[in-house]
């Protein structure tokens, strides 16, 4: 069964950087695309970034390029999200999702809470 | 980026009520919207994909229809379990969702 386990969100200042992981179980997590998506406290979910299985392909979003950078570990079924200069904005639930054929998310984490506040 | 616009926000109905849930896309985007539904507090669960198609073990009161620019999301005959907040999702381009439908018992 397809599991990805969220980790590393926790509270931090306006500017500060934090890494994400995501820890990928019961499939070969080196043929997929993945994506993070984030939910901000009562708000809808907003997309964030997306690699390819090799890694030599990502895409941002507006909102975070040039400070966020996603990447992976295939050989230890990871997934990561480095974020810098973080923004009161960044505050969200950070998902992990697992590209399914053309595009769609055939199954989420449960999230990692990233605070940014002083 | 393309815009995915939701509607109605929220609605009230009562088990057993047939209920539809509309986004239209600000361009065609042929197919490639998926639906999703999400519980409080919990990760969103995958429905459907290529606007129509139901995921494996989806029960076969959700529907979906569409092409181009608008799409919609039916549940036949709304049980207790699907009280919850739905949301479209186009993958045609760079990703992004619709607001979010607030199913609410009535």
């Known amino acids: 069964e397809m599991q990805v386990v969220e980790s590393g969100g926790v509270l931090v200042q306006p500017g500060g950087s934090l890494r994400l992981s995501c820890a990928a179980s019961g499939f070969t997590f080196r043929n997929y695309w993945m994506h993070w998506v984030r939910q901000a406290p009562g708000k809808g979910l907003v997309w964030v970034s997306r690699?390819?299985?090799?890694?030599?392909?990502?895409i941002y979003a507006d909102s975070v390029r040039g400070r966020f950078t996603i990447s992976r570990d295939n050989a230890e079924n990871t997934l990561y999200l480095q974020m810098t200069n973080l923004r009161a904005e960044d505050t969200s639930l950070y998902y992990c999702?697992?590209?399914?054929?053309?595009?769609?998310?055939?199954?989420w984490g449960q999230g990692t809470l990233v605070t940014v506040s002083s | 980026d393309i815009q995915m616009t939701q509607s109605p926000t929220s609605l009230s109905a009562s088990v057993g009520d047939r209920v539809t849930i509309t986004c239209r896309a600000s361009?065609?985007?042929?197919?490639?919207v998926a639906w999703y539904q999400q519980k409080p507090g919990k990760a969103p669960k995958f429905l459907i994909y290529?606007?129509?198609t139901l995921e494996s073990g989806v029960p076969s009161r959700f529907s979906g229809s569409g092409s181009g620019t608008e799409f919609i999301l039916t549940i036949s005959s709304l049980q207790p379990d699907d009280f919850a907040t739905y949301y479209c999702h186009q993958y045609n381009t760079y990703p992004t969702f619709g607001q979010g439908t607030k199913v609410e018992i009535k």
């Open positions: 290529k606007a129509s």
């Open positions: 361009q065609s985007i042929g197919e490639w």
């Open positions: 690699i390819n299985p090799d890694g030599r392909d990502r």
């Open positions: 999702a697992i590209q399914g054929g053309s595009g769609w998310y055939v199954y």
